[in-house]
């Protein structure tokens, strides 16, 4: 059984719990935001309204909110992740992963700053995963470095025991 766990990095509370409905939730400064697998919830914090339910997704599990709480990234299990804007409550951007690489049980974490977005990904050859960590600018999230990590600085939201 997975435990409930905080993640460390960045700017807002990011908790992992699988409690049978909301695996993922973010909570910053305006709101609460529930990624369920299959949907993005974005509730207003202080009065409790539901702002918008986004469906279709698959495999969604990790987030995070850039600091100036304007744009969430919601990354899959595989290969795409999802700019959500905070002022419209809608996806403006799906992402593509580099050609042959895929997320999967990792995070990604906007910088201090809210210039950068790192995302872990992992190619399997050589008969070994091997694992970089993605840095886009957050302009128009453009792939801008790419460097190879060792397998214990990847960050993970679950570990195989």
């Known amino acids: 059984m997975l435990e409930k766990r905080d993640l460390q990095e960045g700017k807002w509370k990011r ?24 949907s993005i919830i974005i509730i207003d914090k202080h ?6 339910r986004l469906k279709g997704y698959h495999c969604l599990y990790t987030g995070d909110v850039n ?12 290969k795409h992740f999802y700019i959500i804007s905070l002022k419209t409550y809608s996806q403006t951007k799906r992402i593509t992963l580099p050609r042959s690489y895929l997320s999967l049980d990792v995070y990604g974490t906007y910088s201090e700053d809210g210039k950068s977005l790192f995302v872990p990904v992992y190619k399997y050859f050589d008969n070994a995963y091997h694992y970089w ?4 600018e957050t302009n128009d999230y453009t792939l801008v470095d790419m460097k190879e990590i060792p397998p214990d600085e990847v960050p993970r939201w679950i570990s195989f025991i």
């Open 67 to 78: 600091p100036d709480e304007t744009e969430l990234f919601a990354l899959e299990n595989g």
């Open 15 to 38: 908790t992992i719990y699988f409690d049978g409905n909301t695996p993922f939730n973010i909570i910053t400064e305006n709101h609460t935001i529930k990624i369920t697998g299959g």
């Open 133 to 136: 960590m993605c840095e886009y």
């Open 47 to 52: 009065n409790g309204n539901i702002l918008n």
